[in-house]
């Protein structure tokens, strides 16, 4: 038995078909791409088709919009908010209001902000004044719409741009999905020209295809981000103007009764 077994042993064994880059090209390729950094997304995007590079285009330019109103708002919030400090400072420091006006109008400066309203409202409250038919209910109502104007002038020019933003996170994904459709699309269509299908006919096609959707949610993920922050900001400034209106308005009605008395 033992020199059986011995001869089985010593028996070569078949040799199987070889695991060589020669029997499998598509894996010998695979992992050349890998070891050689991953996917090159330049050569992606310009080897993309002619519809897919528009919607890329589209895509890249209405990034840059949105980063381009995010910074900019961003400094007309800030330096709306640090106007509104500076100036509730004065406002409530026992300054007389007269003084706080001549300040607000001399040398014909732009006032905006909280400043501009309280500029908007004495104006119209010192106009009315000088009317001897004018009673104080009339000199109230008459400075308090000149607020509510102004105010609302404010408002529209911090949300100016704003919608845009909300625009773009909306619309973008599905302008990036566009982009990945089509391109799949043609992906598909290139494999009826093909006698055996295989994952590496489609795969460079759906690869460049996916890019779009990638940049859609690029483009969009910041812009709803910063809507939403804007949106709150926008209504934080308002509560602030508005709260501001109605306490300038009780300091004229109780100079408007003093001076009917």
């Known amino acids: 038995m033992i020199p059986v077994i011995a001869a089985a042993a010593a028996t070569p064994i078949p040799e199987s078909a070889p695991a060589t880059a020669d029997a499998f090209p598509e894996v010998a390729s695979a992992a050349a791409a890998g070891g050689s950094g991953g996917l090159d997304y330049l050569s992606l995007i310009l080897h993309a088709s002619i519809p897919v590079q528009i919607v890329m285009l589209i895509l890249l330019l209405a990034s840059i919009a949105s980063w381009v109103i995010i910074f900019r708002k961003r400094r007309v919030f800030a330096n709306a908010f640090d106007e509104a400090d500076e100036f509730e400072d004065k406002f409530w420091s026992g300054v007389d209001l007269g003084q ?16 501009a309203i309280f500029e908007a409202g004495f104006r119209e409250f010192g106009r009315l004044s000088k009317k001897r038919a004018v009673d104080a209910r009339t000199q109230l109502e008459g400075a308090q719409r000149a607020m509510r104007a102004q105010l609302a002038r404010e408002i529209d020019g911090l949300e100016r741009n704003v919608e845009l933003l909300a625009s773009i996170g909306s619309v973008s994904p599905y302008v990036g999905l566009f982009g990945t459709v089509w391109g799949i699309m043609i992906s598909f269509h290139g494999l009826a020209n093909v006698r055996e299908a295989t994952i590496a006919t489609v795969a460079p096609g759906i690869s460049e295809a996916l890019i779009a959707t990638a940049m859609g949610l690029f483009a969009a993920i910041p812009a709803v981000v910063a809507y939403n922050r804007f949106a709150t900001k926008v209504e934080r400034i308002n509560v602030r103007y508005e709260a501001f209106a109605e306490e300038f308005s009780s300091i004229l009605q109780r100079q408007a009764h003093l001076d009917d008395e």
Do not use: C, I, K
């Open 100 to 115: 706080l006006y001549r300040g607000a109008t001399e040398r014909n400066r732009d006032v905006s902000g909280m400043e």
